[in-house]
């Protein structure tokens, strides 16, 4: 289960990534800023894209926690669950 | 003057108009002195330096401005509304902001009423990367940021943007967040952080401004001499149906689209300035 909503988040991501190399790599330690180099204006549009696609929705003292692949994957496992 | 040069205390009233409607938005006192103490430095140096400046531009440097008497009575009509204001323009060269200063209000304006002045966001790598440019920042009302920097940072900027224009200051930005590298507005790749200042403070509007040289085709560091700028102003109330940070989105995609439509309408009236054109005839 977390594998495919881990896929689902790195699909997600990809266009948004600037180092593409980073994302050969990906794993859930991966930050979104630094290791991803994702703009913070794109890490919104990863947020929202997120709550399309899992049809869940995230308050901003959530988004603010997400800054890792696995924070995000938590985040929508913990709202799934829900 | 008021304590702490006009930053502390409550949000002071322009030109004797009602008061605004803000948010309460504190800061620490330590960053909220750094910010009355440049404030403080700026009022100080902008006849001086702001009077060199634009000799440099006008004399040495040969820029213009259309309409450029027209262009500062509307600024000012726009700036007599009390209500928060803040400025997001297009980005080609690293002088916009020297030049939109000028462009907007004499020196011995911004000297008698320095809130029109408007605070600059410059990349820290910019504002540091001679020491003339480290100087000019340094007593220009300036906010360097880091635009690498970690999310507590940018969100600490925004905080004190939102601080500034709570009290009536003018802030000035450039939502694409860097200049555009295909010498277009990119509607689809701007920033958000004017979202987040829209939505933090009630009532606040943008004045968006299109701004651009007639032989600006791309971005470059600096305008080519004798440059002659066109400069056209929108003021917006960006809102939105959403909540949080799609309601973020939203306002700052209005700002983004609105510049983008002023740059249509720039081309739609100078097809001759337009990079296709200038492409086709070989300039």
Redesign the interface.
Known sequence: MSDVVMDQVVAIVTPFARNKEALQSVGPDSTF??DLQV???RL??I??AI?DKFGIE???TE??KI?TIGAAVSLIKSKQTH | MQSTFGLSGPPPRWWGGRPRAVTPIDLTFRTRSKLAVSRLLGWLCVLPLGLLIVAIIRYHAKLKIRNHAELRRQFLEICRDQRPLVICANHLTIMDSVVLHWALASMPRYFWNYRLFSWNVPAVENATKYLSWRIITALSKCLAIDRAG??EH?DDMLQQISFLVSRGELVTIFPE?TRSRTGRVEVET????IGKIVRSIPGCRVLCIYMRGDGQFAYSTFPRLNETFTIKLKTIEPISSHR???A??DC?QQVMLTIGQMEQEYFLAHPEFSPAFATAVGA
Not at chain 2, 190 to 193: S, V
């Open positions: 800023l630094q703009s913070s204006s919104v549009d947020i929202l709550e995230v308050d901003d988004a603010d800054n | 970690n999310a940018h967040g701007g920033t958000y952080g949080g940070l799609r973020v989105r700052a």
